[in-house]
């Protein structure tokens, strides 16, 4: 069955944050940059009309008498002592979703913001097309929604994914994205010919690509193609291991395989990493080295095929969901041929011991890629596969770690590496200059990155009595300061509003 997507009611109205104020003071705050460095602290972060103007810090300048004279002149100063500040998260693969998987715009905008993301990558507008979507971008922008930063991406061929008969329709297709405000294409595959066309004329244009390597159309054309012919990023995990099959060249799939049905297909995505090279050999270090020379990003999205793993936990162990899930979100997320990502039909010890196994691969993959130099972001692609925004990308780290990186490899990744993707030259990184997309936590996330979830960390007090602790406190999107907290409790009172309306329960 074809799943049909309706649009999403756009984002309200701004009023949530406050400012840009002519001159906001962080004080005594750790600061964690997201170049990769080491955390320092105390210190105090000046932001002047949205951007940051000095970082003084006892310990990182010439003059310590700068430090107490900060707050001078200043319109607000927030006290912050024993928090930490980091550069605004960088969503690289976020959908906004459609009315199908959530209730309104300002659900999925208020889960990201409330999660410390101040930019995300819309990777094709599906459902809501791009219209709506560079729309949006500029609402944001402008303040006029309580919003993240939005970078869209047209799919190729329109949301149909309508063929092309020669290169010269695919290049001018892409010229007519470019004019409508895309930032770049998103590629799901194409004949070799239309593909390699519509990628150079991407590249003339100095618009982004991105490709999720779908099996209907890699064997013909896999990562590592792609890659060479100037793809941006390689989305999710597809093409790769297909770029390194050593004794095959098309997956072995059986007989009564059909790409239709998403249970065959992710069962079977499921064993395709055994299928590859194996780590350590010639072809995998092969691919690896090109892949960083050719400078190609890797955007893998973990988090959304996590649950192939442990489905049982995935639909009751994110303890999220009881209070953030939408009922459109928890209808879409349950076994339907109707719902894309819902495959759960008859999901069994088989599938999942071959899905763990998938992921040692894949992740030994990306910890490699990274480690030779390769630029890794972070993307969660919520909304499908009881994956919620906002929390999504949070997982994503933790899986990250669980791969093998350092958590300030992580936030670099988080940060740095997504806002140098999405093109966003200005941000990335708490520097002078730099404009002000920050973070703030009470908890430190290099020792426990669970503390950036919305819904806490579980922690027991010295008394005993176990509470919930962390969650971001302040999210700052160009000098705007947001209470991430009072965002979050609007989702859940929304969340409860939807539930009132339609009559339906609460999730486990």
């Known amino acids: 069955m074809t799943p049909k997507f309706s649009q999403i009611k756009p984002g309200t109205g701004s009023g949530s944050g406050q400012g840009p104020y002519r001159r906001l003071v962080l004080r005594g705050v750790t600061v964690i940059d997201g170049t990769g460095g080491p955390a320092y602290g105390p210190a105090d972060v000046v932001i002047e009309k949205g951007r940051i103007d000095a970082i003084v810090s006892s310990g990182r300048i010439t003059d310590i008498t700068q430090m107490g004279q900060t707050t001078q002149e200043a319109d607000v100063v927030l006290d912050l002592e024993g928090h930490y500040v980091l550069p605004g998260l960088v969503d690289a693969h976020a959908h906004i979703g459609t009315a199908e998987q959530a209730p309104a715009a300002d659900y999925v905008y208020k889960l990201w913001l409330g999660h410390g993301i101040t930019s995300v990558r819309e990777p094709g507008c599906i459902g809501n097309g791009v219209g709506f979507t560079v729309r949006e971008a500029a609402r944001s922008e402008a303040n006029e929604i309580t919003a993240p930063r939005i970078v869209p991406y047209a799919a190729f061929g329109g949301e149909r994914g309508e063929p092309f008969r020669t290169p010269y329709d695919a290049q001018q297709w892409v010229q007519q994205a470019a004019e409508k405000g895309a930032k770049g294409v998103k590629f799901f595959g194409a004949p070799p010919e239309i593909f390699q066309a519509a990628l150079a ?7 982004g690509s991105a490709c999720h390597h779908a099996a209907s159309d890699v064997a013909r054309v896999n990562a590592l193609m792609t890659a060479r ?4 990023s390689i989305e999710h995990g597809y093409g790769l291991p297909e770029a390194m099959f050593a004794d095959r060249r098309i997956q072995r799939f059986p007989a009564t395989y059909n790409y239709n049905d998403e249970h ?4 079977y995505l499921g064993r395709l990493w055994r299928e590859a090279a194996e780590p350590g050999s010639r072809v995998w270090d092969e691919t690896l080295d090109e892949l960083v020379a050719l400078g190609t990003t890797l955007d893998p999205t973990l988090v959304v095929y996590v649950a192939a793993r442990d489905a049982a936990r995935a639909r009751g162990g994110r303890e999220y969901h009881r209070d953030y899930s939408a009922p459109q979100s928890w209808a879409f997320f349950q076994p339907s041929p109707a719902s894309h990502g819902s495959f759960f039909h008859d999901w069994g010890t088989e599938e999942e011991v071959a899905w763990k196994e998938n992921y040692r691969l894949w992740m030994a993959f990306v910890r490699d890629f990274y480690l030779r130099g390769g630029r890794l972001t972070l993307g969660s692609d919520a909304g499908f596969i009881y994956n919620l925004y906002g929390f999504g990308l949070i997982e994503e780290m933790e899986l990250m770690r669980e791969a093998g990186l350092h958590p300030l490899e992580i936030i670099q990744c988080a940060t740095a590496n ?3 993707l999405l093109g966003l030259a200005d941000t990335g990184t708490l520097e002078p200059g ?5 973070l703030v936590t009470a908890e ?3 020792a426990n990155l669970k503390t950036l979830y919305g819904h806490g960390h579980l922690r027991v007090a010295p008394d005993g009595t176990p509470a919930r602790v962390g969650g971001v406190t302040h999210t700052i999107k160009a000098g705007v300061v947001f209470d991430a907290a009072r965002l979050r409790a609007e989702v859940r009172d929304l969340v409860a509003e939807e539930r009132e309306r339609l009559g339906a329960g609460t999730p486990f």
Do not use: C, H, S
């Open 418 to 420: 997504g806002a140098a």
């Open 201 to 207: 004329e991407a590249k003339r244009l100095g618009i």
């Open 229 to 232: 012919w100037g793809l941006t």
């Open 444 to 446: 430190n996330p290099l």
């Open 264 to 267: 065959d297909r992710f069962a």
């Open 434 to 438: 730099k404009v002000a997309d920050l």
